[in-house]
């Protein structure tokens, strides 16, 4: 296994931000975004990588960005490193495979959360209130339950700790009525459109996020798009009202964070080798199940 990548030093390119796993780079006029193998959990960047796990995130993302250009328009030019002069040859194979070329556009501040299933926070709200985010929901839902339709559960983007949830009409407040709208029809199709495809291949996505920016007035798809790190998937054959299905995502890794007693607070514990590889595993596998 090589070992993962945990930061990067470009320096024909310069550095405009570094998130939890991407590091974004100014490229000529466009925006160079590059994932790590970072990983986090609980909104902690924990100190071991996952080796591979970048590529996966850069391929699944672009493997999505195409399959769905018809729904929304979104910010890739190329994850062709060889066709890009401003990366030297020394650096292409430091940033293959974990690369993406893109427009510049004005992220919008919030994440476009939908839910297809009763599951992690939404079930916790659920137990408590009988509702997800505000929305009120039937009683006697189970864990894994599917929604009659999916539903939008909005939260701002916060550079550090938790993301806040809050409501479409908070939303709309924010962005205006025509912006609001169009993002939240098209964190709608993205999702059934995605969901549509990935059942073909097996798999379940019981919720994932989207990210829109704006780009001379029109909505443009941005960042990752359902990959392993913004999405809950399951296998198909183990999904059903009171079932646990196996996610392959990175709860795996929380579960194993929750089991030793961490408060969920820097610093976080150390990742055994095999938590790490069977991380690493995980998200090789829904890679696979899902583009290849």
Same mark, same amino acid.
């Given at each position: 296994?090589?070992?993962?990548?945990?930061?990067?030093?470009?320096?024909?390119?310069?550095?405009?931000?570094?998130?939890?796993?991407?590091?974004?780079?100014?490229?000529?006029?466009?925006?160079?975004?590059?994932?790590?193998?970072?990983?986090?959990?609980?909104?902690?960047?924990?100190?071991?990588?996952?080796?591979?796990?970048?590529?996966?995130?850069?391929?699944?993302?672009? #493997?999505?960005?195409?399959?769905?250009?018809?729904?929304?328009?979104?910010?890739?030019?190329?994850?062709?490193?060889?066709?890009?002069?401003?990366?030297?040859?020394?650096? /292409?194979?430091?940033?293959?495979? /974990?690369?993406?070329?893109?427009?510049?556009?004005? =992220?919008?501040?919030?994440?476009?959360?939908?839910?297809?299933?009763?599951?992690?926070?939404?079930?916790?709200?659920?137990?408590?209130?009988?509702?997800?985010?505000?929305?009120?929901? =039937?009683?006697?839902?189970?864990?894994?339950?599917?929604?009659?339709?999916?539903?939008?559960?909005?939260?701002?983007?916060?550079?550090?700790?938790?993301?806040? =949830?809050?409501?479409?009409?908070?939303?709309?407040?924010?962005?205006?009525?025509?912006?609001?709208?169009?993002?939240?029809?098209?964190?709608?199709?993205?999702?059934?459109?995605?969901?549509?495809?990935? /059942?073909?291949?097996?798999?379940?996505?019981?919720?994932?996020? #989207?990210?829109?920016?704006?780009?001379?007035?029109?909505?443009?798809?941005?960042?990752?798009?359902?990959?392993?790190?913004?999405?809950? #998937?399951?296998?198909?054959?183990?999904?059903?009202?009171?079932?646990?299905?196996?996610?392959?995502?990175?709860?795996?890794?929380?579960?194993?964070?929750?089991?030793?007693?961490?408060?969920?607070?820097?610093?976080?514990?150390?990742? =055994?080798?095999?938590?790490?590889?069977?991380?690493?595993?995980?998200?090789?596998?829904?890679?696979?199940?899902?583009?290849?």
């Amino acid at each position: 296994m090589n070992e993962p990548v945990l930061a990067l030093d470009l320096p024909f390119a310069e550095c405009l931000g570094r998130g939890k796993v991407r590091e974004i780079y100014q490229l000529g006029s466009d925006l160079l975004l590059v994932a790590t193998d970072r990983i986090s959990a609980f909104d902690v960047v924990m100190a071991e990588g996952i080796p591979g796990k970048g590529q996966v995130l850069t391929e699944t993302t672009a #493997f999505w960005l195409r399959q769905l250009a018809d729904v929304c328009p979104n910010h890739m030019l190329s994850v062709d490193v060889d066709a890009w002069p401003e990366v030297p040859v020394a650096y /292409r194979e430091v940033v293959r495979g /974990r690369a993406m070329r893109c427009s510049r556009c004005e =992220p919008l501040p919030v994440e476009w959360v939908v839910r297809g299933y009763l599951a992690g926070g939404g079930w916790k709200d659920y137990q408590r209130d009988g509702a997800v985010s505000g929305i009120a929901l =039937p009683p006697g839902l189970q864990h894994a339950s599917q929604f009659p339709q999916p539903i939008l559960t909005p939260s701002t983007k916060a550079e550090s700790g938790h993301d806040v =949830p809050i409501s479409y009409e908070a939303v709309v407040a924010m962005l205006g009525e025509p912006i609001a709208s169009a993002a939240r029809d098209a964190a709608l199709a993205l999702y059934h459109r995605g969901a549509e495809y990935a /059942r073909t291949r097996g798999i379940v996505i019981a919720d994932t996020k #989207f990210e829109f920016g704006m780009q001379n007035g029109e909505l443009m798809l941005i960042d990752e798009c359902l990959t392993p790190d913004s999405s809950r #998937f399951w296998p198909k054959e183990e999904v059903a009202p009171g079932n646990t299905p196996t996610s392959f995502d990175k709860q795996y890794l929380r579960n194993w964070l929750l089991e030793t007693g961490w408060d969920q607070t820097p610093p976080p514990p150390k990742l =055994p080798a095999d938590v790490v590889a069977n991380t690493a595993k995980t998200y090789a596998e829904i890679q696979r199940r899902l583009t290849s």
